[in-house]
């Protein structure tokens, strides 16, 4: 596109007033010069108008002589000269009616513009001229002009350049404090690198009286131009600044009662043309909060709050916050409170009937039901329940809420990580809503629910704040009675509600949050009970979820073992609730593609039919017959689990330390202590004092894709390398758990009722743990301690005493022959 089809584009598209768009068009129309400029030249008279060189101009053009000279001019690309009249209602105007001095200038482009009229666009590229006398009056005005010389300035200089920023900063005050041009002229001034086009689009184009004009025009120096626009801005600018400060102070002045009285009978005008909707919605607040149970405090501010709602526009964007917020304090549940169910015969009954085990649960539930009934106080006890994914914890907290008769609400809290979340927003914020604790208050519809925080030991925290800080409010029974929640801005009280928490790792959660909760573990299942949960709770709930009728389909005791001992591997119930589920699909199919149903009567052999190979082989006791393996007991997320460790020997300088299997830090340092303590007490095993120079020790512990770390694998690693150097059998189907020292200690581990469960299922007897460790086995009910006899150490002399025998194993390494061969090579 060229310059001057560009240049008619927004010439087109502009408005006449819209002078940012004149400043950006470049042209490539020739400058004119004085030999260009005949003796006789055309005159175009501009009523209240003055144009400067270099600068675009739009003229309407309204007298049929002046529209004849554009035309005439326009056709033959002459030059005319731009003057401007003295007086603007002149029609005729002759030579004492205009000012001598102009600028020459050519026609760009007409447009005939709707409703009749002409819009001329003029460049003036040509010099400045002094109009000597008009010589034709007709059919437009001629005239004899004389050109004249204008003096170069030094644009290089300081002062120059101060005298354009001055300019330009001036014009930008002035655009901005006055309502007669357009925001956009900003941008256009900004962009002029030129200052001659500049100065002169500022001269031409802003609203300054036509004789200061003509003045500015008549200056032959730019500099001095300049000086003199700077005067005459300052001025404008002044005076701008007065009128603004004047139309503030009248506005001042109006009377604010008045002003406010006026407004508040138009709002009333209004809404009883709309039918009074807002005064409807008002009335129906006040009724709501008359039936309300608040205290008397409450109620006043409610009413203060349901005033300023009054005062408040419907169409204001305040209007909706406010009435959201009143609408909250009604849906809250101000002192209604369900009744419990104090039977202690009824609880019972409805946690067995739900729930296998979870003993100790229940146990703390009856007796919280036996305070509530001789006492009669409504504080509720704050539980933590802690144990692997799918034992129960969740649907406990339900038993529990339909076991007293009270409102659920469960609230998840695994990946929350914004205190907002808790405490609600404050309600002046765009989108403030309560937090998700009076969230739940409001679901429930009473202020004595059983609420349950799922998943607590994964609430998060960043830069938006702690959630597990703002827990330490709600799960205070000294602070939650006046709970404060950021949105309402008043005190709820929180004492009556039964908060019980759940977590998988209680080590994620902060101290002062777990000092505040009584923690109650809820440990995994033996296989017994698992098979027990499944045949009273899982098998009627998936024949129901699958559409199977009960008398169709019938799981006996050794399948349901087979499922949990093959394809299942955790310490709850989830995984084998997805096993039956997927072998009542099966069945579903069957009867589909059948046509009729046939009882089922499931047993293994149909449960491998069913599920296909299985998944998991358990670890399995794997016998004493090799020196340097030692069965172990391990804590998971899922439960317990056997570990191996192994150690082997060979020949080498420098008694070489490897290990492997995936092993952390603090595992690796347990292998470290127990060679270590081996090497100090070789005569405690008979060992030779050189053994180490000439053997090279590995340990490992098989399945290394699995990362394994923690002490308690410590008296394990010491027989593991005791079992090795002295090549003798460790007692069979025995297990052991214990952190070792330096000295020889045995020190406590976790977890015990895992491992032991693991223990059991691997075929283990005989397990050796801590001596402090025994508080927890008596702990454990019976049932889970059948066929095991527990050895209880304090040092590990005692653990090598127990584990080791005085049998070699086939094959064993004869360390004497070993050494006399190395002495006879050298």
């Known amino acids: 596109m060229s310059k001057r089809k560009r240049t008619e584009d927004i010439l087109l598209n502009a408005e006449n007033d819209d002078i940012s768009m004149l400043a950006e068009i470049q042209t490539d129309a020739e400058e004119t010069t004085a030999m260009e400029i005949n003796k006789e030249i055309p005159v175009m008279p501009l009523r209240n108008m003055v144009m400067f060189p270099s600068v675009v101009m739009p ?27 003295v007086q603007g209602d002149t029609d005729a105007p002759g030579y004492s009616d205009l000012y001598h001095v102009g600028v020459i200038a050519k026609i760009i482009r007409i447009f005939e513009m709707p409703g009749g009229s002409t819009t001329v666009i003029m460049q003036s590229n040509g010099p400045k001229f002094h109009l000597d006398s008009i010589t034709r009056t007709s059919p437009f005005l001629k005239g004899m002009v004389t050109v004249i010389d204008e003096t170069i300035d030094e644009q290089e200089t300081d002062e120059f350049r101060t005298l354009i920023e001055t300019c330009k900063e001036l ?74 400060n004047i139309q503030m102070r009248t506005r001042e002045d109006i009377d604010r009662q008045q002003r406010e009285y006026f407004l ?169 809503m309560p937090g998700r604790i009076l969230k739940s208050m409001i679901k429930a519809e009473s202020s004595n629910p059983v609420i349950i925080l799922d998943e607590i030991d994964k609430l998060g925290s960043d830069h938006r704040g702690d959630p597990s800080s703002a827990m330490l409010e709600v799960l205070d029974p000294e602070q939650n009675n006046t709970f404060h929640d950021n949105y309402l801005d008043l005190d709820y009280d929180l004492s009556k509600v039964m908060f019980i928490a759940t977590a998988n790792n209680l080590g994620t959660i902060p101290p002062p949050l777990l000092d505040r909760m009584e923690l109650i573990e809820v440990s995994g299942y033996i296989t017994e009970e698992k098979v027990e949960i499944a045949r009273r709770h899982l098998v009627p709930k998936e024949l129901e979820a699958n559409g199977i009728k009960k008398e169709y389909v019938k799981f006996t005791k050794p399948a349901l073992e087979y499922i949990v001992e093959n394809y299942t591997r955790e310490s709850g119930v989830r995984e084998l609730e997805k096993k039956i589920n997927k072998v009542m699909r099966k069945i579903a199919l069957e009867f589909a593609r059948d046509g009729f149903e046939l009882p089922h009567d499931i047993k293994p052999a149909d449960v491998r039919n069913y599920l296909g190979t299985p998944e998991y082989s358990r670890d399995k006791y794997q016998g004493n017959e090799y020196a340097g393996v030692v069965t172990g007991l391990a804590w998971t997320a899922v439960g317990g689990e056997i570990l191996f460790v192994e150690t082997s020997l060979s020949k080498g300088k420098g008694g070489k330390l490897t290990l492997t299997g995936n092993l952390g830090d603090v595992m690796k340092e347990s292998a470290m202590l127990a060679l270590e303590y081996i090497k100090a007490h070789t005569q405690l095993l008979n060992l030779r004092e050189d053994i180490f120079d000439n053997w090279n020790i590995h340990v490992h512990v098989p399945e290394g894709a699995i990362p394994k770390d923690g002490p308690s694998a410590g008296i394990t690693m010491v027989t593991s390398l005791a079992s090795a150097l002295t ?100």
């Open 171 to 244: 014009t930008t005050k002035y655009i901005e404090t006055s309502d007669k041009l357009s925001p956009d002229t900003v941008f256009a001034i900004k962009n002029l690198d030129n200052p001659e086009i500049l100065i002169n689009f500022i001269c031409s184009n802003f609203p300054i009286s036509v004789e200061e004009k003509i003045e500015l025009l008549n200056f032959n120096s730019l500099k001095e131009r300049i000086y003199r626009l700077v005067q005459v801005l300052n001025r404008e600018v002044q005076l701008a600044d007065i009128r603004q």
């Open 727 to 826: 090549q003798r059998k460790v007692k069979a189907n025995l297990a052991m758990t214990g952190e070792i020292t330096l000295r020889g200690k045995v020190l406590p581990v976790g977890g015990i009722k895992e491992k032991i469960l693991a223990a059991k299922r691997a075929g283990i007897k005989d397990i050796i743990l801590c001596e402090e460790n025994r508080k927890n086995i008596e702990e454990i009910q019976p049932i889970y301690l059948a066929g095991l006899t527990f050895h209880y150490v304090n040092d590990i002399r005692e653990v090598l005493a127990l584990a080791l025998t005085d049998e070699k194993v086939n094959g064993a390494i004869d360390f004497n022959i070993s050494t006399q061969q190395n002495e006879e090579k050298k």
């Open 59 to 85: 003229v309407t053009i309204g007298r049929p002589s002046t529209l004849k000279l554009v035309n005439s001019a326009y056709k033959k690309k002459l030059p005319i000269a731009v003057v401007c009249q």
């Open 264 to 432: 508040q009978q138009q709002i009333k005008n209004i809404q009883d043309e709309l039918g009074g909707g807002q005064e409807d919605e008002i009335d129906e607040l006040r009724q709501k909060g008359r039936s309300k149970k608040w205290s008397r405090e409450i109620a006043e501010l409610f009413e203060k709050e349901v005033s300023k709602l009054e005062r408040i526009n419907s169409q204001s964007p305040d209007f909706n916050v406010q009435l959201s917020y009143l609408q909250t304090m009604l849906s809250l549940p101000w002192n209604v409170y369900t009744h419990d169910n104090l039977s202690i015969n009824n609880a019972e009954k409805t946690l067995n009937k739900d729930h296998y085990g979870l003993e100790k649960v229940k146990e703390r539930i009856l007796e919280h039901l036996a305070v509530l009934k001789l006492k009669g106080d409504m504080k509720s006890p704050i539980i933590c329940l802690y144990g692997p994914p799918g034992v129960g914890k969740t649907s406990l907290g339900r038993s529990i809420a339909s076991a007293l008769k009270r409102k659920y609400v469960r609230m998840s809290l695994g990946g929350v990580h914004d205190e907002a979340e808790i405490r609600g927003h404050r309600k002046t914020y765009i989108g403030a």
